[in-house]
């Protein structure tokens, strides 16, 4: 999702950033760094995003599965128990 959202960010820069930069003078190497990635930043960050939610929820999933004695008690687990508990306080500390 990071990736994809560099590319959506770099395919929506507006056509108007890119010829005012030509006639400025910033080309190639110049023009990627000064305009391109600038445009593309709001894109980026929100792949950052995107990317963060989805770590963090396949992190939880894992701390449910993986659950053994060996292991001890993961934030999942906790947030499972407190849920099939029905202990709101017990769901909000995890």
Known sequence: ????GLVSGIDQIPPLF??????LGATGLQ????IVMPAA??????GLKQGWAFS???LM??????????????LGQL???GRNNIDLPGVFLA
Request: proline share 5%; net charge positive.
């Open 1 to 4: 999702s990071i990736a994809n």
């Open 18 to 23: 890119l010829r005012a930069g030509r006639t």
């Open 31 to 34: 023009g990627a760094r000064h």
């Open 41 to 46: 930043l709001p894109g980026y960050l929100a």
């Open 56 to 58: 963090w929820r396949s």
């Open 61 to 74: 999933a894992a701390e449910i599965i993986a659950s053994s004695p060996d292991l001890g008690l993961g």
């Open 79 to 81: 947030l499972e128990n």
